[in-house]
């Protein structure tokens, strides 16, 4: 049956509309201005439309067996509530609404591990623990945490969705970049002067679009599961890039009492000068978040295996350089690339 792709200009989107392809399942993508990632795709199917517009969502989805809605606003600020609100809650919202119009049979939902409680505790944090709640977090964590609530007011209206909560996505096929996407070429470029003492936990896009597609066939209406890799500080990630690349990674970390306090000042100086900030409030707080997220009912349930993140550092780099992301000096011969 057919698959709609709402968000199919993204990272996870473009990873996902070749996945489908690839199993020569017939494939929609929605997408609002950029059609980059779909590009040369002759098999998909592109369509117009906008999550804020219900009824080119209605239009889109018409003879959907399933849909994906990986459409929404990423944001590591804390003044873009209006926007969050718009695409990734009221957006979320109309996609429910379609899918039910429609009589879409599964809705696959790609939510984030930031909505999830993140006190950090010995406890692993797995699927059992409670939505945040917005006194408590940034404005683009409350955003997708409304939205999963969104998707669950569809359940009760006889929906049959399920919902996917990545960690930090990365991998090939990463377009605009990705906001870490970014910090890897600014690492493999020679051109981040400075890390910060702190960590995340990174996962290939590849395996989280597998583990989503299982899910889609394989969970229960309701079913909630984490994609997650491994948990790498961004010293051991700039380590391993060097190992992949021959560039030195950067010899200074940041204390992260130190980064929260310039944090203010980074931001605004990289805004002056046109880049895209990586180091802002909000990305320190995630990267001082949960080290134990447990992917063990994905593992039992979906047979889900995250590979090593440097077999994922490798393939994301030869990306960017067999995309021209990634500057080389002529001639130049170093790492594993």
Not at 100 to 118: D, K, N
Not at 152 to 162: N, P, R, S, T, W
Not at 197 to 207: A, E, K, P, Q
């Amino acid at each position: 049956m057919l698959v709609v792709v709402t968000g199919a200009a993204g990272h996870a989107g473009a990873n996902l509309i070749r996945a489908l392809l690839a199993q020569g399942r017939p494939t929609r993508a929605l997408v609002h201005v950029n059609r980059q990632v779909v590009e040369g795709l002759e098999a998909v199917k592109v369509i117009e439309g906008d999550i804020c517009d219900l009824e080119s969502l209605v239009s889109a989805f018409k003879g959907a067996g399933t849909v994906y809605h990986l459409a929404a606003h990423i944001s590591i600020s804390k003044d873009e509530w209006p926007l969050l609100e718009s695409v990734n809650v009221i957006g979320t919202r109309n996609v429910v609404e379609a899918c039910l119009r429609c009589g879409v049979r599964r809705l696959v939902y790609f939510s984030s591990i930031h909505t999830i409680t993140q006190a950090l505790t010995d406890t692993p944090l797995d699927e059992s623990r409670p939505l945040v709640e917005s006194a408590h977090c940034s404005t683009y964590d409350h955003s997708k945490a409304a939205a999963e609530r969104e998707v669950h007011k569809g359940i009760e209206k006889g929906l049959d969705a399920i919902i996917i909560s990545p960690t930090a996505i990365i991998g090939p096929y990463d377009y605009r970049p990705s906001h870490f996407g970014e910090a890897l070429l600014r690492m493999a470029n020679g051109r981040l002067p400075a890390l910060v003492n702190g960590g995340f936990n990174w996962v290939d896009v590849r395996d989280v679009i597998e583990g989503a597609m299982r899910a889609e066939e394989r969970a229960p209406t309701g079913a909630k599961y984490i994609l997650s890799g491994h948990w790498v500080s961004l010293r051991d990630v700039a380590m391993l890039v060097e190992q992949i690349t021959g560039m030195p990674a950067p010899g200074f970390v940041c204390p992260m009492w130190l980064a929260r306090i310039g944090a203010p000042f980074i931001t605004a100086f990289d805004r002056l000068a046109g880049r895209q900030p990586l180091y802002t409030s909000v990305s320190l707080e995630a990267l001082r978040g949960h080290r134990n997220i447990s992917h063990q009912r994905a593992t039992r349930e979906l047979d889900y295996h995250p590979r090593p993140l440097k077999e994922t550092l490798i393939d994301t780099l030869k990306w960017f350089e067999e995309t021209r992301r990634l500057a080389r000096p002529q001639g130049e011969t170093t790492g594993e690339l």
